[in-house]
């Protein structure tokens, strides 16, 4: 998927647990490593292209610092794969709401994390 922040930012998932990014401006690749299943999806954070995120087979979402391609926090909180996971942007920089991930299960469950803490701040 694109990232909105930057036009020149791609990622996506693989079968085989790793995530990638591509720089399609400087050419730069980089690998994210730290699923043991498929990852189904990939979102750049709508306002900050340094923060991504993964949802995958392994009963996780994951939030990741791209620039070093370092894992920041593994969300194990599903009991079914982890269909998708989105980073939040507010419009207002420090608003609580520019730290919000939202995941959604194939175990019918939608959960909404504040990634600073990890605090789980609802679930549905």
Known sequence: CPCLGSEHLVGCGAADGSAWWWNMETGDVGPLLAHDG???DFRFHPRRSSEACTASDDCQAALWDVKVG???RALPCHT???MSARLI?????FSAHDRCLMTASADRHVRLWDVRVPYLQCAL
Request: hydrophobic share 55%; glycine share 8%.
């Open 38 to 40: 498929a990852v189904n």
């Open 70 to 72: 370092r894992l920041v």
């Open 80 to 82: 079914l794969p982890v």
């Open 89 to 93: 942007g507010a419009r207002e920089a």
